[in-house]
């Protein structure tokens, strides 16, 4: 798989910051979003309606009575996002079938270039089963401010598809009923995914 674009990574191995440009501008800032998720300080999750990569609609209701591992990013990212979208995909496999009431989704936060199909091209290359999202800017907009989520467009020269997009980049546990359990940090291995999550499918009830 080509990247044509290179993602800023480095900053730190949680969060790649760059101011924002004009546009589908955050309304607030990485640092606040971390603030919320690291504190607890607002709910996390929600209602969202957004086109998978085969072109059906999907809303949250679809996946009621699953395990949901959320995550934001983009598939021309360079590693974070493939590092750890493969850990997830590892991560179901060493659950084996009781991995089968766990839903992985990708939501891109980069709807230009990732279209339906460019995103049926990508995600079974970490998992058969890990669904890839896209929509409306104000759908995606939205799902991103649900799970607070930070993503702003950075350009990297003049011409308009040069361009990165810079993402907090937590992975998202959810309860069978959509509430959110927990994150996990970016880089986090898919053993200790697996350690969270297989209690979880031994208990329905949890
Ligand atoms: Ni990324």
Not at 48 to 70: A, I
Request: with cysteine.
């Amino acid at each position: 798989m080509m990247f044509r674009a290179a993602c800023r990574v480095g900053v730190s191995l949680w969060l790649m910051l760059a101011p924002a440009c004009a546009g589908d501008a955050p309304a607030r800032s990485p640092a606040e979003i971390m603030d919320i998720l690291m504190w607890n300080r607002e709910p996390v999750g929600g209602p969202f309606e957004l086109t998978d990569h085969t072109g059906h609609v999907r809303t949250n209701n679809d996946f009621r009575g699953k395990l949901m591992l959320v995550y934001f990013g983009f598939t021309y990212c360079p590693d974070v996002c493939p590092t750890d979208l493969q850990a997830i995909g590892l991560a179901l496999d060493k659950l084996g079938k009781d991995g089968e009431s766990v839903q992985p989704l990708f939501i891109t936060v980069d709807r230009a270039r990732d279209t339906a199909e460019h995103l049926a091209q990508y995600v079974p290359m970490f998992h058969p089963r890990l669904i890839g999202l896209t929509g409306s800017a104000e759908a995606i907009r939205k799902a991103a401010d649900a799970y607070k989520v930070y993503y702003a467009k950075v350009s990297l020269g003049k011409a308009a598809d040069d361009y990165t997009v810079d993402h907090t980049a937590f992975i998202y546990l959810m309860d069978r009923d959509g509430n959110y359990l927990g994150f996990f940090p970016p880089g986090t291995s898919a053993d200790r995914m697996v350690e969270i999550i297989r209690p979880r499918l031994a208990d329905p009830a949890r």
